[in-house]
C-alpha cells in the first residue's frame, strides 16, 4: 500500500524560510512524478512544482520560482520542498502526491497518491 507522509509545515514569519519532506513507501516509484500542491482557505488546490522520481526535470509554478526548489534525495524515498522569501499568501495546506508517469503533470486529478497535508503559515 502506497503510503505518503509529509511533515516539516509550521509558522513562520514573512520572509523566512521552511523546509517540508515527504516519505514515500509501499512500492517502487522508478518511473513516477512527484509533485507538491497547497490549497489555501476557500481556494482550489493548485500547482506548486514537480520532479521525476531520479531527481531531475524540476519544474514550478509561478508564483514560487526562485523563492522554492524541489529535490529528490537519491539515498531514501523523501522528496524535500525547501521553501524561502515566504509570503504571507504562501499560507496553505502543503500535500504531496505522486502520478504514475514521468511525464509533467500539473492538474490534481492526475496525481494518483496523496498525502495527508501539512500546514504552513505565514505571518506579516
Known amino acids: 500500500q502506497v503510503q505518503l507522509v509529509e511533515s516539516g509545515g509550521g509558522l513562520v514569519q514573512a520572509g523566512g524560510s521552511l523546509r517540508l519532506s515527504c516519505a514515500a513507501s509501499g512500492r517502487t516509484f522508478s518511473n513516477y512524478r512527484v509533485g507538491w500542491f497547497r490549497q489555501a482557505p476557500g481556494k482550489e488546490r493548485e500547482f506548486v512544482a514537480a520532479?521525476?522520481?531520479?531527481?531531475?526535470?524540476?519544474y514550478y509554478a509561478d508564483s514560487v520560482k526562485g523563492r522554492f526548489t524541489i529535490a529528490k534525495d537519491s539515498a531514501d524515498n523523501t522528496v524535500y520542498l525547501q521553501m524561502s522569501s515566504l509570503k504571507p499568501e504562501d499560507t496553505a495546506d502543503y500535500y504531496c502526491?505522486?502520478?504514475?508517469?514521468?511525464?509533467?503533470?500539473?492538474?490534481?486529478?492526475?496525481?494518483?497518491?496523496w498525502g495527508q497535508g501539512t500546514q504552513v503559515t505565514v505571518s506579516s
Open positions: 520532479i521525476t522520481w531520479s531527481g531531475g526535470s524540476a
Open positions: 502526491a505522486l502520478s504514475p508517469t514521468f511525464r509533467l503533470r500539473l492538474r490534481p486529478q492526475d496525481y494518483t497518491y
